[in-house]
């Protein structure tokens, strides 16, 4: 069980939470709550790293089932609350964090292409995503100028 907020996993979660250009450079970011990191495990696999507080996720029914997929993986590593919580972006942390890997996407795929030009606020750019995806956008292209995609907010 992960104890210190000096231990490198949790290091490289808070640096990567902080800086666009760690996230770029790496391609990897931060993934917190039980139903981003459950829906990650069920259409991208395995991410590169999980942080867990066991008795938090187990809150719930999503979170008792999160739990379970866990529990024993390699890539995932039980942690204290204070521990997930350092690693959280919310006031209220559901006790699990992930590093994913960038999507890759191949471009030309068939579909409703969305184009965003200097959307700078991440709200904004969340819901629009949000709502992109309801209508079944195949491909996003964010011009120069937009907030990071990979951003905690």
């Not at 450079?25 to 931060?30: A, G, M, N, T, Y």
Request: hydrophobic fraction near 45%.
């Amino acid at each position: 069980m992960i104890e210190s907020l000096a231990n490198p996993h949790v290091k490289h979660f808070r640096s990567l939470a902080a800086d666009r250009k760690d996230r770029r450079r790496e391609r990897l970011f931060v993934l917190e709550g039980v139903r981003l990191v459950a829906d990650a495990l069920a259409h991208a696999g395995p991410p590169e790293l999980a942080l867990y507080a066991p008795e938090q996720p187990e809150q719930t029914e999503a979170g008792r089932a999160l739990l379970q997929q866990l529990e024993g993986q390699r890539w995932a590593q039980p942690a204290t609350p204070a521990v997930v919580a350092a690693d959280a972006d919310t006031v209220q942390p559901q006790g699990v964090v992930a590093l994913a890997r960038w999507p890759q996407v191949e471009p030309g795929t068939p579909g409703i292409i969305l184009v965003l030009d200097a959307i700078q606020d991440p709200g904004n750019l969340g819901t629009l995503l949000r709502s992109a995806e309801a209508v079944g956008v195949a491909e996003l292209l964010c011009l120069k100028g937009a907030a990071d995609l990979f951003s905690p907010k």
